[in-house]
């Protein structure tokens, strides 16, 4: 039997694409002060304006940051699956 190393490196492609990300939030922001503009049925301040693209820019980031970290779970998660399939099939009586 030949002794295999397990140290291969392993390439999984990214689940997100951090540039489509970022102008994507940029348009859920705008989105979300025209919603607010036309529900209140006010026109925001250009400093107004900048400020809340800033403030959700911030908490949508956060929200990517906490997708990635349970990213990294789910993969630890599926590794651990793979890992006990196959030896529930190498292991069968």
Do not use: C, H
């Not at 002060?33 to 301040?45: A, G, Q, R």
């Not at 949508?60 to 699956?81: G, I, N, S």
């Amino acid at each position: 039997m030949t002794e295999r190393s397990y140290d291969r490196p392993i390439s999984l492609k990214k689940a997100v694409d951090m540039q489509i990300v970022g102008e994507n939030i940029l348009d859920v922001a705008d989105f979300a002060i025209e919603k607010y503009e036309f529900e209140n049925d006010v026109s925001l301040s250009d400093d107004v304006r900048e400020a809340a693209v800033e403030r959700v820019r911030e908490d949508l980031w956060d929200l990517v940051k906490e997708f990635r970290a349970r990213r990294k779970e789910w993969l630890q998660t599926m590794f651990q699956t793979a890992d006990k399939a196959v030896k529930k099939v190498v292991d069968v009586p």
